[in-house]
């Protein structure tokens, strides 16, 4: 089966090779050499001199660490769809209170949306941002928004689970106090690895906060961080060992840029493609995602149908979710994509359209 999944996506070749290593200890100098190379790697992708942890978690684990350790009372979340509720959902069921700004589904989260709903909630601490919303295929002007939040002096929490990897992201020049995402998504790793970047100013936070947990305390992750440690607790190494591949074979090719433009040269060809077949893809003209594309299925066409067609011809893509389930299918463009499987698969559907 070739995947066009939205996570867990296809893994490079080379992270399947290390993937097959003998284990070592994550107490062993082998150990703690590609831990640290990882963290400069991504701090250099993220252009941050934030610390960055490597939760044995998936990137969830990074909400219920930004609620506990850096919000002692009320957070504002961004809903754009299913994972921006989840966010709202971590915060409540940790005894925090949330307000929501949502717009309709499938509209992005605006400047002037987000300036206002922090004018009528002031006493907020911090903001939730889901960057890229994989269950409408919407990206959020996120620049934008962050200069909207620091105006007002909140904290940022951006969910960039399927954003980070696939475009850009300056956690330090648009001010992001925690920037997390998942192994299984734009970087072509197995799924089980939490990635994110975490501000000193929500260190500073957390130092003081109550009730903040033992697994996800920020500040047990910093003190190990800095000691040289890497981790509080048994480190995925497999996940870590596969990612620090990736990004090394990244630098190789040319650097972030490089992999950019190649997410943006697949997704063009996904568009162009769905859109000859007339079916459009589901977010507000100007907000599609680079990584996940969200397509209404024809008008009385069920999305499985799609789905379950294209496995039969040996192609995964991925079901619609949440709201959107019956109405849309998607396809992912995350992950390792050789560029013949692309085109064969866009052939596939063109055969698939043509035969409903
Ligand atoms: C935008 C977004 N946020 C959060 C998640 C949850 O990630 P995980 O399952 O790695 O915790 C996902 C998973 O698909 C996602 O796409």
Request: proline content about 5%.
């Amino acid at each position: 089966m070739k995947l066009f999944t939205v996570g867990p996506v296809a893994c490079y070749p080379i992270v399947l090779k290390t993937m097959s290593q003998q284990m070592y200890s994550h107490r062993s100098d082998e150990y703690k050499k590609i831990h640290y190379d990882t963290v400069d790697l991504l701090k250099k992708w993220l252009e941050t001199e934030n610390s960055i942890y490597l939760f044995s978690s998936t990137g969830t684990g990074f909400m219920e660490a930004a609620v506990r350790n850096c919000v002692k009372d009320k957070l504002l979340v961004c809903i754009n769809g299913d994972f921006g509720k989840r966010f709202a959902e971590v915060g409540k069921s940790n005894g925090k209170q949330v307000e929501i700004l949502e717009p309709a589904l499938g509209d992005p989260i605006t400047p002037q949306g987000l300036d206002d709903a922090l004018k009528k909630n002031p006493q907020v601490e911090a903001v939730a941002i889901t960057h890229n919303e994989t269950s409408v295929g919407l990206i959020n002007p996120l620049r934008e928004l962050c200069l909207i939040a620091k105006k007002h002096g909140k904290l940022i929490f951006v969910d960039a689970v399927s954003s980070m990897g696939g475009t850009e992201i300056l956690v330090d020049d648009w001010g992001i106090d925690i920037c997390f995402s998942s192994s299984q998504k734009c970087f072509g790793v197995p799924p089980g690895l939490g990635i994110g970047s975490v501000s000193k100013k929500c260190l500073q936070i957390a130092e003081k906060m109550p009730n903040r947990g033992y697994y996800f305390d920020l500040t047990l992750w910093e003190k190990d961080h800095q000691r040289g440690q890497g981790t509080p607790v048994t480190s995925v190494i497999p996940q870590i060992a596969s990612l620090n591949a990736v990004l090394h074979m990244v630098e190789e090719k040319g650097g972030k840029k490089w992999y950019f433009d190649l997410f943006n040269r697949r997704n063009t060809k996904i568009r162009r493609a769905v859109k000859k077949l007339g079916t459009p893809v589901y977010p507000k003209r100007g907000y599609e995602s680079p990584t996940v594309n969200c397509i209404k299925a024809p008008k009385g066409v069920p999305g499985k149908k799609i789905y379950d067609e294209m496995r039969l011809k040996g192609y995964e893509l991925a079901q619609g979710y949440g709201a959107l389930k019956d109405v849309t299918y998607r396809i992912g463009n995350m992950g390792y994509i050789p560029s013949l499987s692309l085109t064969s698969m866009l052939e596939a559907l063109k055969e698939v359209y043509a035969s409903i």
